[in-house]
């Protein structure tokens, strides 16, 4: 089993700044992509940013040249800086991790979601 724990939501005025922590546990061989997704009252859950193995990044239209995703690979942990934060950004952030763990003698495959993190912003 992987864990996935993410820390640092609060709340923050709007253009204001957050950094967002997300730190994957277990019996991780290794991982092929960490992101944060975001869920507002009464939206879906929708892709905020994402890096992948060999370091590539993707972000959403709405955060790009305010966000920055970025990782530590030895410690399993991605960030997610936050600045000029808008009242459209408040919502529940949810680190996602997939990858492969050992499982016994064999590697399996996991896809794992953290327990989510408040971030509001007040106008």
């Known amino acids: 089993q992987v864990l996935v724990v993410e820390s640092g939501g609060g709340l923050v005025q709007a253009g204001g700044s957050l950094r967002l922590s997300c730190a994957a546990s277990?019996?991780?061989?290794?991982?092929?992509?960490m992101g944060w997704y975001r869920q507002a009252p009464g939206k879906q859950r929708e892709l905020v940013a994402m890096?992948?193995?060999?370091?590539?990044?993707n972000y959403a239209d709405s955060v790009k040249g305010r966000f920055t995703i970025s990782r530590d690979v030895a410690k399993n942990t991605v960030y997610l800086q936050m600045n000029s934060l808008k009242p459209e950004d408040t919502g529940v952030y949810y680190c996602?991790?997939?990858?492969?763990?050992?499982?016994?003698?064999?590697?399996?495959?996991?896809?794992?979601w953290g327990q989510g993190t408040q971030v509001t912003v007040s106008s």
């Open positions: 996602h991790a997939t990858g492969r763990r050992v499982a016994g003698t064999a590697l399996e495959t996991f896809d794992s």
């Open positions: 277990g019996t991780i061989f290794s991982i092929n992509d």
């Open positions: 890096i992948i193995s060999g370091g590539s990044t």
